[in-house]
């Protein structure tokens, strides 16, 4: 039975991610092509009305919005939707360090997996701060029986096994909201998993996650940190900071409307001053025969600027108590909804000293996809879907595989077109009202 299941997994079986964030909830469906790549055969989107900071602040909203982003990814796909990996962040998502050991009573029997198992499901009954649970445990290195350094124990002979785990906790309440929401969306939360785990399958490479990495995931609500090292993550962390924050900021500073604030960010929003900003004006519509307010693009990016200073501040501070500061090889790699921001690679290479690069969901996804979900703001959905199979192929009895029916073309929903970042402010201006004037004719 477990054989048969994992060949199904490589002849037409597809997974389904679902990511609860601050800002949007999408759900997306992929399977694997006969290169073992994956290939997204539809994905689906709705405005989170009921989560805040990662935290589920309404369930009938937040029901609402899943079961609408549901309904769009099953209608582009033509496939049923029952059991989803959930993505969990959120600003009461910790983490920590823990060694634990047990001792083994024949040493003439080899340590197997069962002994790694029961190391590790110790774990799971930490004592935490009331009202928190462990949801994951993921070992860093394991010591037998004092000689340590050992990244895999199976096969060796000894008496005493330890390990050094890092650990991560979640409210119970917010863990319980989230589940509850999926479930009452008629769904079936296969696993809970970290969001910025997810990232990473979707947006590093082995190279990255070998030399030393630090994966920072700006969301709307929360920005997320994940270290690795080794092939191991090393550290955690989540700031309660995102790009929602950065739109009030404009909101408040201009004294604009949030939408407008929204607009502004995402159409001439920048990280950092730029010479072809200087003098640059954009306007905005009254409200009920008001005059049009002149807004200059030099202050919206000094705005911008200083808020994302601020968050890159706080991952800096991350990466110093990790003690890898001087151990990430490959620098930095920023993805997620919040990294579209205009010379944002520039700020963080300047503040950090680090290399930077933007990451896209593209490292495990076939050529048919990559044009598809080539946003940052998918990188989650596509670990989600990537973690999905992993889960399957390490429980091949836990899991009802669903399989696609008929092979067919599937609907995926066009972005906007952007405009060239490369383009001047002046010359960008200019495109969108062209653009504008286009769609009235």
Do not use: W
């Not at 920005?223 to 909101?251: C, Q």
């Not at 593209?362 to 998918?378: Q, R, T, W």
């Amino acid at each position: 039975m477990m054989e048969e299941n994992i060949q199904e997994l490589q002849t037409g079986a597809y997974m389904v991610g679902l990511d609860i964030g601050t800002t949007k909830i999408s759900v997306m469906i992929g399977r694997k092509n006969q290169y073992g790549k994956l290939e997204i055969l539809g994905t689906g989107r709705a405005v989170s009305n009921g989560v805040a900071r990662g935290i589920v602040s309404n369930i009938d909203k937040t029901v609402e919005s899943i079961r609408e982003a549901v309904e769009e990814a099953k209608q582009k796909s033509g496939l049923e939707i029952d059991d989803v990996f959930v993505g969990i962040a959120g600003q009461h998502i910790k983490s920590l360090q823990h060694r634990g050991e047990i001792v083994r009573d024949n040493i003439d029997i080899e340590i197997d997996k069962a002994d790694i198992d029961k190391l590790k499901s110790n774990m799971f009954k930490l004592i935490t701060i009331p009202g928190e649970e462990v949801i994951h445990v993921i070992p860093q290195e394991y010591t037998v029986d004092g000689e340590d350094g050992i990244q895999d124990p199976k096969g060796m002979a000894g008496v005493k096994l330890e390990a050094n785990f890092h650990v991560i906790t979640a409210q119970v309440g917010a863990v319980r909201n989230i589940m509850r929401c999926v479930e009452k969306a008629g769904l079936t939360p296969r696993e809970l998993i970290l969001e910025p785990f997810a990232s990473a399958v979707a947006t590093l490479d082995e190279d990255e996650l070998r030399e030393g990495v630090a994966l920072v995931d700006i969301g709307g609500g929360t920005t997320d940190v994940a270290i690795f090292l080794d092939n191991i993550i090393r550290h955690t962390a989540v700031i309660p900071f995102g790009g929602n924050i950065i739109t009030k900021d404009i909101k408040g500073g201009l004294e604009i409307l949030e939408k407008q604030a929204e607009l502004l960010k995402v159409k001439f929003g920048s990280a950092m001053y730029t010479e072809d900003q200087e003098n640059v004006m954009v306007s905005i519509p009254g409200l009920r025969g008001r005059p049009p307010k002149e807004i200059a693009v030099k202050t919206l990016s000094e705005i911008i600027g200083a808020r994302y200073k601020e968050i890159i501040d706080l991952v800096y501070h991350q990466i110093k108590i990790s003690g890898y500061e001087h151990k990430l090889m490959t620098g930095i790699v920023l993805t997620g909804g919040g990294s579209q921001i205009r010379n944002l690679k520039q700020l963080v290479a300047f503040v950090t000293g680090k290399e930077t690069r933007i990451g896209l969901p593209n490292e495990h996804l076939g050529a048919e996809s990559v044009d598809k979900v080539v946003s940052p703001m998918y990188s989650t959905g596509v670990g989600l879907v990537l973690k999905g199979f992993e889960y399957a192929e390490q429980h091949p009895d836990k899991i009802s595989i669903p399989k696609l029916k008929e092979e067919k073309d599937t609907i995926v929903e066009q972005e906007p077109e952007e405009i060239p970042s490369e383009l001047s402010i002046v010359d960008r201006i200019t495109q969108i009202f062209t653009d504008d004037v286009k769609k009235t004719k």
